[in-house]
């Protein structure tokens, strides 16, 4: 195999796919895999985004935003029920039990706004690995199909799948 006959190359996760005439070859730092044109009964390539991430986006959005907009009320009326607790006239023992109750309540209230937050950049992580989508190539053979693909859109994939689907085209017709 010359490098003269190199029609194609494209980078692929740590690897390499290098279409020759009638072969593709894949190269990674551990395995190379040589794949014969005929063997290969059509090429995909798409740009696709997960529906997946953008609901956990939504869903993490939302409960954020409730989180957000429960914590001040929350904490005020706990706050309320350890001062009543406190209140004159009850039980000593029921009272200091009350108020410890209603005070570690009210200190977890105040977390509530951090988890907001935090939740808050994790849906937004989530909505950009969505919105960044992922370029996918499927090379499918007569029982089996490989996947590879890179994150965003990878314009030298698209055009090495063109090239690979031109060369594959080419061959059936020779035929």
């Known amino acids: 195999m010359s490098r003269d006959a190199l029609v194609a190359e494209a980078r692929v996760g740590g690897g390499a796919l290098c279409l020759y005439q009638d072969l593709l070859v894949h190269r990674s730092d551990v395995v190379t895999e040589t794949i014969p044109l005929a063997q290969l009964a059509s090429v995909r390539i798409a740009f ?8 956990g986006a939504i869903a993490l959005g939302l409960v954020a935003a ?7 009320p929350l904490r ?17 023992s029921l009272e200091s039990v009350l108020h410890s109750v209603f005070s570690a309540l009210a200190g977890l ?5 951090a988890i907001g937050v935090m939740l808050l950049a994790a849906a937004a992580a989530l909505a950009a ?3 960044y989508g992922r370029t996918t190539l499927t090379l499918c053979f007569a029982a089996t199909e490989r996947v590879l693909s890179l994150r ?5 994939l698209i055009e ?3 090239s690979l689907a031109a060369r594959l085209s080419a061959l059936v017709q020779s035929r």
């Open 109 to 113: 209230a105040d977390a509530l706004p």
């Open 76 to 92: 005020g009326w706990l706050a309320d029920l350890a001062g009543k607790a406190a209140e004159p006239g009850t039980r000593e």
């Open 129 to 131: 690995l969505w919105a």
């Open 152 to 156: 965003g859109r990878d314009a030298a």
């Open 66 to 72: 409730l989180l957000l907009l429960v914590a001040a």
């Open 48 to 55: 696709e985004r997960e529906a997946a991430k953008l609901g």
């Open 160 to 162: 090495f799948a063109e």
